[in-house]
């Protein structure tokens, strides 16, 4: 493995890191999945499962996934052959086994790139008033989605998202979110309030808010509220080690983590009243994945007045969301080709953009599967070979002394041990459930 680099970009500060981080969880997932599982699993009952994952899962994955970034100063596929050299066995085995992590990455922002095309081209068609014209949401959404249908959008959504990373950390990211992850919530606060004043929708606020007891007793209710913890954490073993290598060693991670969480649970519950009571208060199916985001929100706004109007802010805020996440996604193989190649920001930005769009273009016609691959087999991999790469390879000891590096209070002698067996084995289960359920997250 080469030398690392002597100058590594940083974020400024504490925020620049953690709205970073909020950027990266905050996705697809809150907005289109998490409103219908709420429902679906018993209404606030199912909160008390959910937040139980998201307690574990950022108490040990999140803030593990922080640490080995900082501690070895590298995105995952230096960090984990640094993991393998402690134990004396080179670097190389290590290097080898991050290509499956960093690989799948790069897979799964592929696919996440076709999306912020659709979100693109319903963005822009509200604008130009095809999306309210249009007769039928679902051909509308089918003409997009498949093959072939929103190489444009696309296209366009790539170089947003390139253009930002050729800025770097500081200059790039950090800005882009210090930006769009504050607006974002703006945005759907704008949209929570307007949703309020609608007949009916008090019916989507029950449906929500009033807990069905009885779904605690249902196992499936567990498995789909651990799903979407740990795939709203975006814990990958992937985007956040490289987001937390730039990280200075004066920052506090496990406050970072517990703030990441809050606002990732936040952005969710915030999505959730105003998806769901909207739906409700035109009689419509809260129906989960794309439909939800791409046909029934739309047939919504058409009925409301004034309705282009916050379809645009609708559609803007998914859009920030959405960016915010695939500049994360795709840091990780940039980081990578800059640090073993030694080439500038502006050539490996270049060569990963390229390979997206060859790739990108040609599976637009079978995203859905692409992306079924990835979620449910790679991204729990790469989180599984992260955590056993810090909390069982690294040397005793190694783990909670970097990440109580910079914090104001010790995390205390569980952190190792609860990293080893409980986030280990919980991302282990993700990964089976996953499997045998056809996905949970």
């Known amino acids: 493995m080469k030398k690392e680099r002597t100058v590594r970009d940083t974020f400024s500060g504490k925020w620049g890191f953690r709205l970073a981080c909020i950027g990266s969880a905050v996705g697809m997932g809150n907005i289109w ?8 699993f018993g209404g606030a009952a199912f909160l008390i499962p959910y937040l139980i994952c998201v307690v574990l899962l950022g108490r040990t994955g999140l803030i593990g996934e922080m640490t ?6 590298s995105g995952t596929l230096a960090a984990f052959g640094k993991a393998t050299e402690q134990r004396g066995k080179g670097t190389h085995p290590g290097t080898a086994l991050a290509l499956i992590p960093v690989l799948g990455g790069m897979a799964l922002a592929i696919g996440y790139s076709v999306v912020v095309g659709w979100i693109l081209r319903f963005l822009f068609g509200t604008l130009s008033g095809s999306v309210m014209a249009a007769q039928d949401s679902g051909a509308y959404f089918g003409a997009a989605a498949g093959a072939f249908g929103c190489v444009g959008w696309h296209l366009l959504g790539l170089l947003i998202t390139f253009g930002v990373m050729t800025f770097g950390i500081q200059s790039g990211i950090e800005k882009m979110n210090k930006l769009m992850i504050p607006m974002f919530y703006v945005m759907f606060l704008v949209l929570a309030a307007r949703v309020f004043t609608l007949d009916h929708s008090g019916s989507g606020y029950r449906y929500l808010l009033i807990p069905q007891w009885e779904f605690l007793l249902k196992p499936k209710t567990w498995i789909y509220a651990l799903g979407q913890a740990f795939f709203s954490l975006s814990l990958a073993g992937t985007g956040t080690v490289v987001y937390g290598s730039y990280l200075k060693k004066d920052q506090d991670i496990p406050r970072s983590a517990q703030t990441i969480a809050l606002f990732d649970t936040l ?106 691959i990835c979620s449910i087999c790679l991204c729990p991999l790469g989180a599984l070979m992260a955590g056993v790469m810090l909390f069982w390879v690294c040397k005793p000891g190694f783990a909670r002394r970097h990440a109580e590096e910079g914090a104001a209070k010790p995390l205390g002698s569980w952190f190792e041990p609860a990293g080893k067996y409980v986030f280990c084995g919980i991302t282990l289960l993700v990964l089976i459930l996953g499997i045998a359920f056809g996905g949970i997250g």
Do not use: H
């Not at 080995?68 to 100063?73: D, S, T, V």
């Not at 769901?276 to 029934?296: K, Q, R």
């Open 33 to 40: 999945l998490f409103p219908y599982r709420l429902g679906q």
């Open 68 to 73: 080995l970034g900082r501690a070895m100063e």
């Open 267 to 372: 952005a969710a519950l915030l999505s959730a009243f105003v998806i769901i009571p909207a739906v409700f208060a035109f009689d419509l199916d809260p129906t989960s994945g794309p439909p939800l985001m791409f046909i029934t929100m739309p047939a919504v706004f058409r009925r409301m007045p004034g309705g282009s109007v916050f379809m645009f802010i609708f559609f803007l805020a998914v859009l920030f969301a959405s960016l915010t996440s695939l500049v994360n996604l795709f840091e990780t193989p940039v980081e990578a080709l800059q640090t073993f190649f030694r080439l500038s920001r502006a050539k490996a930005v270049g060569i990963v953009a390229a390979v997206a769009t060859v790739i990108g273009v040609c599976i637009e016609g079978i995203v859905g599967k692409w992306m079924d």
